[in-house]
């Protein structure tokens, strides 16, 4: 493989096979039926060979693309199973791989970033990286003074090639919304290319998860490595091992399904509140379940700053829904800027799109599972003007509070996890337990 494609004409002739490639398989497919091969098969080669070019140039591109597939691969839990079979494995490929820049170029990076003389900061250093993903790689390494550790590269010129990526891949929304009917490609692109320059910040990314490893030094249930050493292109910190929860999700026992996936909603939950941050970032190849039955969190990159914990209000509202009072609901929502002043919704689209992120707080224990999100996201791809999804505005100040939920559905149903999350919301959130009764009350969403 080459070096990271820069020049925009280069990235744009990549992406630019995927659409062309469909359309040619496509065809190919029709002359295959003619022949006599049944129209269901050749559906199926044409969905895993689009499916293998998706993974191939996505991954070669790595910045905008990569990153683009990496958010992709968190919804294919929503993906109806005559879609979902081609492409589950290719996308979820996309959570922790990517293919390796040459060794040459990590060379030439290191040496930029800490000086002809790197390898005296090493004992040893793996040229094969352990994981590559959207804007770096992460290869093994001993400290000079002994210590197992994580060298994260970033790619060279993956800053620039990021906004070139994000202008082309908002012209391919038909393709992907072949894996994802009703997704607004436009709206996840957006927020994406406002966040990815804080992931480009490796000192902003070094601080934030040093913060994370004091707090949770020592903790029976999560662990955070600490940084050692950190530049504007070089992350270096402490090595974990561990499983990865994306061979969780498709090797590991329902029991450790089940904590893996109560332990990550209790480190969301209970970030806001104990180091003022959230880990906004919550795909499968950021976590790892270790030998102990902790939950290890890796990529601070993307961390939203809550230094008052969870918006109150978020806990309130979640209790006022469980006991069906919509019109407070309503109203909590429109002082919040979720619903502007001219704009009418419907009580009934409105529970019915709020449903997923609210049903597991009021029942002591549940189960998610893809068929239940399937069900959800049946009710809100409504393409009509009408549809609340599309009438509901978003505040800037929750943004990556719906990214983070929204995607640790995602990651809880490919889990199938079972567990007391109610629990976890009345410890951790503000608000949700100011109602005497809502420890020990529960009134199921119907």
Same mark, same amino acid.
Request: glycine share 8%; charged share 25%; aromatic share 8%.
């Given at each position: ?21 469909? %359309? ?60 979902? &079979? ?5 996308? =979820?490929?996309?959570?922790?791989? %990517? ?64 906004? &070139? ?40 990314? %070094? ?124 109203? &909590? ?85 079972? %567990? ?19 420890? =020990? ?6």
């Amino acid at each position: 493989m080459s070096d990271l494609p820069r020049r925009a004409v280069t990235r744009s002739a990549k992406l630019a096979t995927l659409p062309i490639s469909f %359309a040619g398989r496509t065809a190919l497919g029709i002359g295959k039926r003619i022949g006599g091969k049944s129209a269901e098969i050749v559906a199926q080669e044409i969905q895993q060979r689009t499916a293998e070019q998706i993974f191939k140039v996505l991954g070669e591109l790595k910045g905008g693309a990569m990153k683009l597939g990496q958010a992709l691969s968190i919804f294919e839990a929503a993906l109806p199973p005559e879609i979902a &079979g081609p492409y589950r494995a290719t996308l =979820t490929k996309l959570q922790d791989a %990517a293919p390796p820049l040459p060794v040459a170029t990590v060379h030439k990076v290191l040496a930029e970033q800490l000086g002809d003389d790197w390898r005296e900061n090493f004992i040893s250093f793996e040229d094969q990286p352990t994981a590559a993903a959207s804007i770096g790689q992460v290869h093994r390494a001993v400290w000079h003074d002994g210590r197992d550790v994580a060298v994260k590269v970033q790619y060279p010129g993956a800053g620039k090639a990021l906004l &070139g990526d994000f202008t082309q891949l908002a012209r391919l929304g038909k393709l992907f919304g072949v894996m994802l009917p009703g997704l607004d490609i436009k709206a996840v692109l957006t927020e994406l290319r406002e966040r990815i320059a804080e992931e480009l910040d490796y000192f902003r990314e %070094a601080e934030a998860q040093h913060a994370f490893a004091q707090e949770f030094l020592g903790d029976p249930d999560f662990q955070v490595p600490d940084v050692i050493a950190a530049n504007e292109m070089v992350l270096v910190t402490e090595w974990m091992d561990g499983t990865p929860l994306s061979r969780i999700i498709t090797d590991g026992t329902k029991e450790q399904r089940d904590r893996a996936g109560l332990l990550l909603v209790r480190f969301l939950f209970c970030s806001p509140a104990r180091v003022g941050m959230l880990h906004a970032d919550p795909h499968p190849g950021n976590f790892r379940m270790l030998e102990d039955g902790r939950l290890g969190i890796l990529d601070f990159g993307a961390v939203n700053r809550l230094p008052e914990g969870y918006p109150k209000a978020f806990g309130q509202l979640t209790r006022i829904f469980n006991h069906g009072d919509m019109e407070t609901v309503m109203n &909590g929502l429109r002082a919040e800027g979720f619903i502007r002043p001219h704009i009418e919704i419907d009580p009934d689209a409105l529970r019915a799109f709020l449903a997923p992120y609210v049903e597991p707080t009021a029942v002591e224990e549940f189960t998610f599972s893809r068929e239940w999100l399937q069900a959800q996201a049946a009710s809100v791809t409504d393409l009509r003007p009408t549809n609340v999804v599309r009438q509901l505005n978003l505040p800037v100040s929750y943004v990556l509070i719906h990214r983070v939920h929204a995607a640790g559905i995602g990651v809880l149903c490919q889990l199938g996890t079972t %567990a007391r999350f109610r629990d976890e919301v009345i410890r951790w959130v503000p608000g949700f337990a100011d109602d005497p009764d809502a420890a =020990t009350d529960s009134v199921p969403v119907s």
